[in-house]
């Protein structure tokens, strides 16, 4: 399967603790984006990598998040000290040109 | 900040029944792309659009980019039950490399 992984799948945590998410896109796509859903409502942008250059961040993305995408390829999403209203579905998609493809998302709950 | 009006946000329909969904702009987009997601699932591309006017097929799904740039629609003819699912339309202002702006969704519940 070649399309965009993301781990884990699932994560529970408790508030104030930081959290990890990785994200793998489609092998030659070259720009990767995260993007946040919560119940009930799309999508939200947070942040693009084209490569390993982080281009552009949503005013959502506090500073208690941040991005990495070291070598290009696969990215992680990092939330610091973590709030009840961090929960949602954190999504990744990848492209080469306009189509984003998404991954399966990552489900978090602060408990 | 942009905002994409998507409706309806939910539709019961019998199955073979065709459906009509549609999404507007305050503001041009320079590609369309309708999405399906299931539960607990990512968002599963159906659809995209690259020129305002353009029709596109896929299936049973089509989809037509506006004219104005600030509208789409998705229309699914002889709906089966795999269809249910929340179908999220989504705007993109350069052709690559930019952020979707989503619809909130329309809930799509067919009965068999």
């Known amino acids: 399967d070649t399309g965009v992984s993301q781990n884990p799948r699932h994560k529970i945590t408790k508030r104030g603790q930081n959290v990890t998410f990785r994200c793998d896109p489609i092998?030659?796509?070259?720009?990767l984006y995260w993007y946040r859903q919560t119940l009930g409502q799309g999508p939200e942008f947070l942040t693009y990598f084209q490569n390993e250059a982080q281009l552009e961040k949503s005013r959502l993305l506090s500073d208690r998040f941040s991005a990495e995408r070291p070598k290009g390829s696969f990215s992680t999403l990092e939330i610091q000290r973590t709030e009840q209203g961090d929960s949602a579905m954190y999504l990744c998609?990848?492209?080469?040109?306009?189509?984003?493809?998404f991954g399966p998302g990552t489900r978090l709950t602060v408990t | 900040g942009q905002q994409l009006n998507q409706s309806p946000q939910s539709m019961f329909i019998q199955e073979g029944e065709d459906v009509s969904m549609n999404c507007t702009s305050s503001?041009?987009?320079?590609?369309w792309l309708w999405y399906k997601q299931d539960p607990g699932e990512g968002p599963v591309l159906l659809i995209a659009l690259y020129k305002a006017g353009e029709l596109t097929s896929n299936g049973r799904l089509t989809a037509q980019f506006g004219i104005t740039r600030k509208d789409s629609f998705l229309n699914i003819s002889a709906s089966i039950p795999s269809d249910v699912g929340i179908y999220f339309c989504?705007?993109?202002?350069?052709?690559?490399?930019?952020?979707?702006?989503f619809g909130e969704g329309t809930q799509l519940t067919v009965n068999p």
């Open positions: 092998s030659e796509h070259n720009r």
């Open positions: 503001s041009i987009f320079n590609t």
């Open positions: 989504a705007g993109q202002l350069k052709t690559s490399g930019s952020r979707l702006t």
């Open positions: 998609a990848s492209s080469l040109e306009g189509e984003q493809y």
